[in-house]
């Protein structure tokens, strides 16, 4: 299928295509240019990593710890941050929430244009922070009285030939000699 994901992720994947489309790109626009560059180069990244660490699928990246790998490789190019990002993910899937300082000051040791982009990295990580963050189960709403449905005058036309319940007990009572299905 020519729209399928798969498809749209092996063209972008394939660096020659993309760096033509990179090269009309430059004589169109040189801001646009390097923005797809630098996201094209991230993506490119991302694949390597990916591979290198036999990532196929998201269940792969699951466990805390192959993720805090996933994250320093992609981050710092080496495993050094591991230990530091083990904690954070552990808080975040334990239920604790993200932390949002030491999240803060990894990407400011890290990312090199983090100074460049700092309030727009900011809303992105409260974002994250406040998706992540534990939520308050709603109160259940429980009615106190809730008629039945023959008794409210709405349906009551609806109900007026059906026997109710008690009704059928009723009648059963008066009649124990009935012969029931053995089924029932």
Known sequence: DE???ERLLKVVHDKRTMEKLLQVMELINADLHKIVRYVLTQIWRAKEIFDQEG???PGHAIPGHKLARLISLFMCGDLSQVAVLVPIIRR???GGGLDVVKVKEL???????YDEWAPEIDRIIRWAAIMLDPMVPP???VEHEVPPLSEV???AA????IPSA??????????PQLPLEVSF
């Open 166 to 175: 008690r009704e059928l007990y009723d009648r059963i009572q008066d009649k």
């Open 158 to 161: 609806r109900f007026r030939d």
């Open 55 to 57: 990532i196929e699928g």
């Open 92 to 94: 975040v899937t334990s």
């Open 107 to 113: 990407l400011r040791q890290h990312a090199e244009a």
């Open 153 to 155: 005058r709405r349906h």
């Open 139 to 141: 109160q259940m709403v």
């Open 3 to 5: 729209e399928s994901p």
